[in-house]
């Protein structure tokens, strides 16, 4: 199973739950993990552009498992302390849309191609392992909450104008031409308060976000048009 096979059920449970949102609690921040993320947080927009309660700072896709898992997978490749990484990842939430950025990884290491394309390769795919690995028990449960409670923490200190507060998430974007995006982002008072680019590029890394993009359009369109027609 992959994300995207959970559209038809979670789509509709989010739609549900989103007006809800627009009728009792307009001004919450929301932090979707329902999947797939590349098309709920899109569905979840247009909800509340038609109820117009929408605040694209108040929406964001959750992602941080994504930095969890190349976090770990960078330590771990270069025997560095995980609490000390940090790995941003771009793009979305789904197979070749989730794009760890391993040239801006910190602290600096050394890393051959091979090691970069496996280590991306087990980014994107780690997600889809849990899921095999349970065997239709579901998906990735203590690792998730471990990144929800960090996302969630982020933000509630942005919320509360600590400065400085960083993460990455997918976001209503002008860093490319699709209209959500994951990437850094910078929390504050009221949510967003600034989406921040994407830094320099290796090679590796323009490729892999190019190669992305359909894909990302097409889940983008995907939500719009579920929450548009049904
Ligand atoms: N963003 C991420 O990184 C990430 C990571 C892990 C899981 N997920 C996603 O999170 C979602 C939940 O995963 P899980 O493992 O917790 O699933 P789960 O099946 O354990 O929990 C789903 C919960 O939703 C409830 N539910 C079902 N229909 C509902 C409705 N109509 N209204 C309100 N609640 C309803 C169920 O009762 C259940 O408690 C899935 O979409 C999964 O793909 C995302
Ligand atoms: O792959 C999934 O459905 C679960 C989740 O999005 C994850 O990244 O673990």
Redesign the pocket.
């Known amino acids: 199973m992959t994300?995207d096979d959970?559209f038809n059920i979670?789509a509709g449970?989010v739609k549900?739950?989103c007006t809800a949102i627009s009728k009792h609690c307009p001004e919450a921040v929301v932090n979707m993990?329902?999947?797939p993320?590349n098309s709920t947080v899109p569905i979840a927009a247009e909800v509340f552009k038609k109820a117009s309660t929408y605040d694209s700072k108040k929406l964001f896709g959750?992602?941080t498992?994504d930095v969890v898992r190349a976090r770990t997978f960078y330590a771990g490749k270069k025997g560095l302390a995980v609490e000390d990484v940090d790995v941003p990842v771009v793009g979305g939430?789904a197979g070749i849309t989730i794009l760890p950025l391993f040239s801006q990884a910190t602290p600096k290491a050394t890393l051959t191609d091979e090691e970069i394309d496996a280590l991306t390769k087990r980014t994107q795919d780690g997600?889809t392992e849990v899921v095999q690995a349970k065997a239709g028990k579901?998906?990735?449960?203590l690792s998730?909450a471990y990144?929800g409670a960090l996302f969630a923490e982020s933000c509630l200190k942005g919320l509360n104008g600590e400065p400085g507060i960083v993460e990455c998430t997918y976001v209503a974007s002008t860093v490319t031409e699709l209209p959500f995006f994951s990437s850094k982002v910078r929390l504050g008072k009221d949510g967003v308060e600034e989406v921040l680019g994407l830094g320099a590029l290796s090679e590796y890394e323009k490729k892999g976000l190019e190669a992305m993009k359909a894909e990302l359009k097409a889940s983008i369109q995907k939500g719009v048009d579920f929450a548009k027609q049904s």
């Open positions: 994300r959970l979670n449970i549900s739950l993990i329902s999947n993320v959750v992602t498992l939430h997600g579901g998906s990735a449960t998730m990144a």
